[in-house]
């Protein structure tokens, strides 16, 4: 069955470092999520991505945060200078049709621990 | 303004004691309304979508239902890997999607 895999799974890094988190979305999909959770908390939208190009981007999402699609598999989330309250798993996400609806797919997440 | 609430946020049952499980939405433009799983540390596992008032969808112990301002999961004599936090999401216009903050279930032996 098809899947959305991200790496790394965890990443520990220190505040004010750069990280990048990768994703590789379902190959026929066209519409492409970022999604991040506190621990114990919801599931927060930050950013979606269609045609190359960002779509829609939450309050969350501010200049620290970038998206790119380098290639015709990748789609990654950078987060320029971490802050502590950066930590959370982050979800990539991705759905079969632009304007057909349908289900989001997640991939497992990579949890950034910022110190 | 767009929003989906869930209730309980945390709910407690023996195995075997069926419950459900509320998801109350306001958005414009439904597009489908959707139910996931959630174990700790994982990402969410899509369970099913609704689409329309009226319309139900099943999976082992699980049932979904749907009206027009809420959804209810059903859980038929839960066991304990039944555990997990459930989701709702709603997809709005242009692709949007809206969580919940999700009902913890706790299925006791």
């Known amino acids: 069955e098809p899947e959305v895999t991200q790496t790394p799974s965890h990443q520990v890094t220190q505040m004010g470092q750069e990280v990048i988190l990768r994703c590789v979305p379902i190959?026929?999909?066209?519409?492409f999520y970022w999604y991040r959770q506190i621990l114990g908390q919801k599931v927060e939208f930050l950013v979606s991505?269609?045609?190359?190009?960002?779509?829609?981007k939450s309050e969350i999402f501010d200049d620290q945060f970038s998206v790119e699609r380098p290639d015709g598999s990748n789609f990654t989330l950078k987060i320029r200078s971490t802050k502590l309250e950066d930590s959370a798993m982050y979800f990539c996400?991705?759905?079969?049709?632009?304007?057909?609806?349908?289900?989001?797919?997640f991939g497992e997440g990579s949890r950034l621990t910022v110190l | 303004e767009d929003q989906v609430t869930q209730s309980p946020e945390a709910l407690r049952l023996q195995e075997g004691e069926s419950s459900s499980l509320n998801c109350s939405y306001t958005?414009?433009?439904?597009?489908?309304l959707f139910w996931y799983r959630q174990d700790p540390g994982k990402g969410p596992e899509f369970l099913f979508t609704?689409?329309?008032a009226g319309e139900e969808k099943e999976k082992e112990r699980l049932k979904a239902t749907l009206t027009k301002k809420e959804s209810f999961l059903h859980i038929t004599a839960p066991k304990p890997e039944d555990s997990a936090t459930y989701l709702c999401?709603?997809?709005?216009?242009?692709?949007?999607?809206?969580f919940g903050s999700g009902t913890k279930l706790n299925v006791k032996p």
């Open positions: 999401a709603v997809q709005g216009n242009f692709n949007k999607f809206y």
């Open positions: 991505f269609y045609n190359n190009e960002i779509s829609e």
């Open positions: 190959s026929n999909h066209l519409y």
């Open positions: 958005v414009s433009g439904l597009r489908g």
């Open positions: 609704l689409y329309s």
């Open positions: 996400a991705s759905i079969p049709l632009a304007g057909g609806g349908g289900e989001l797919f």
